[in-house]
């Protein structure tokens, strides 16, 4: 499903620019795409879903949820046509599920499959296959699922689900959405409550959307601010209508963008702010961000406002590793714009970036370096000393090497931006996971200016 690794490498060199300017709007939220297609996948009848991100880790969860029996369409319309199987429902792949590079799709599809009583073979790219597993292996098999999974718990994997399966009380050792969605997915079709312990609160989404389809599902929060997620299994979903807002993760790029290149004014439309996901926002804004909220809304269940995000001065600061999981997929957007503030940015707690799509601690501490940036790298996080405003110098000799991972060639797609001599990146092909639309966005807002 990810980029061909057959294809040739598409790299890039993403030039210095005038001021943004202009009006954008980002496709859907990733997380939220996924669930959608697999909550209406397992919902009995004919569920509707508009904004769905159509990028390829949303496509490879569509596909394995085609694969185990459900009716997974796009209409004329642009939107989704999903007719589900039902929570138990679920029929074995005749052929192994390609997960990609999606994280995402892998540990959330894990936890489905893991209470149906059915054997899927999961396999991924090269990125995907050097990630750990163990995370979501370990809660599935304390319910009864058997897993024959690679050295050190990687894919490809065999998963053969329980049935039926045994609810569990899971504390998170990880901050993780990724293993607390596995374990609530995979208790949608168990008898019994199961329960995920949450110390450290991380994206709601799944929350969110399994009490809209109607499954019984609770959620106390004792005074310590620990989350207890109790859910009702062998539920009925109801298939429903759904409109995704504009993803975060996405919009963040652009923010930083306009942030950082003199002169920029740019309003992004309709992005979600749900609180789990949008602390890149108010760091920026305590950087000395000019990022406004226009008509807050709700979409979907979820807030979202228009942003209206203008060039500011801004300034280094330590960041709050507490905030580290509402904002874990915006580091390497915001270390960019640390490399060019003044003074210096510490950020720590930040081991769990050494874990997605690259390690991106190191990806982007090496690729900032090359850039012309002053990094520092720790072992959980990054230590940057700004230019004061001054542009990077961009890269002459070697390419910056994205890794696989969509979000280290964005952001250094944007670094470029605000660099003299451009940054040239080895590969933008890993930017159709999230964001197939970024560089025909990008072009655009840098296009108003000549015009
Ligand atoms: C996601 C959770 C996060 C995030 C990923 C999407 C999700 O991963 O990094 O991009 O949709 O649940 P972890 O759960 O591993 O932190």
């Known amino acids: 499903m990810t ?5 040739p490498m598409r790299p890039r060199r993403f030039q210095a620019s005038g001021p943004l300017r202009g009006r954008i709007r980002v496709p859907g939220d990733k997380s939220i795409s996924h669930r959608a297609i697999m909550l209406s996948s397992l ?39 999903v007719n589900g199987v039902g929570v138990g429902a679920l029929l074995q792949p005749e052929t192994a599920l390609d997960m990609g590079n999606s994280g995402t799709s892998t540990r959330l599809l894990m936890g489905l499959v893991a209470s149906h009583p059915i054997q899927a073979t999961f396999t991924g790219d090269a990125s995907l296959s050097k990630r750990p597993m163990g995370r979501v292996i370990e809660p599935l098999s304390q319910m009864g699922a058997d897993i024959a999974a690679s050295a050190g718990g990687r894919l490809p994997l065999i998963l053969r689900g329980a049935s039926p399966a045994v609810p569990i009380q899971y504390r998170l050792p990880v901050a993780s959405a990724q293993v607390k969605s596995a374990v609530l997915l995979a208790g949608l079709n168990t008898p019994g409550q199961t329960t995920v312990i949450e110390p450290v609160p991380t994206r709601d989404h ?205 952001s250094m797609a944007i670094a470029g931006m605000a660099s003299s001599q451009g940054i040239e990146i080895d590969d933008t092909r890993p930017i159709a996971t999230s964001f197939p639309t970024f560089e025909s966005l990008l072009d655009t807002l840098a296009d108003e200016v000549a015009a």
């Open 3 to 7: 980029a061909d690794p057959t294809s």
């Open 43 to 81: 919902a009995v009848g004919e569920s509707r879903i508009s904004g769905l991100l159509e990028g390829e880790d949303v496509l490879a969860t569509a596909a394995a949820m085609r694969a185990m029996g459900a009716h997974v369409e796009r209409v004329g319309t642009g939107d989704w046509m």
């Open 206 to 410: 799944s929350e969110r959307m399994l009490k809209g389809f109607g499954a019984d599902l609770m959620v106390d929060v004792d005074p310590n601010g620990t989350r207890v997620i109790t859910l009702s299994g062998q539920a009925e979903l109801k298939p429903q209508t759904i409109d995704v807002p504009g993803d975060p993760s996405s919009a963040a790029f652009f923010v930083v963008a306009a942030l950082i290149v003199e002169g920029s004014d740019v309003i992004i439309e309709n992005v979600g702010l749900n609180p789990t996901r949008s602390a890149l926002f108010d760091v920026l804004r305590q950087m000395g961000g000019s990022i406004d909220e226009i008509d807050r809304r709700e979409v979907g269940g979820e807030p979202v406002a228009d942003l209206r995000v203008r060039h500011s001065t801004l300034r280094g600061i330590e960041v709050d590793p507490a905030v580290a999981p509402s904002m874990i997929d915006e580091f390497p957007a915001l270390f960019v714009a640390a490399s060019v503030a003044q003074g210096r940015t510490v950020t720590t707690g930040l081991d769990e970036l050494r874990v997605k799509e690259s390690d991106r601690l190191a990806a982007m501490a090496s690729a900032l370096t090359l850039a012309g940036a002053r990094i520092e790298e720790r072992e959980d996080g990054l230590i940057i000393d700004g230019t004061g405003g001054a542009p990077l110098s961009g890269n002459s000799r070697e390419p910056i090497v994205t890794h696989l991972d969509h979000r280290i060639a964005m």
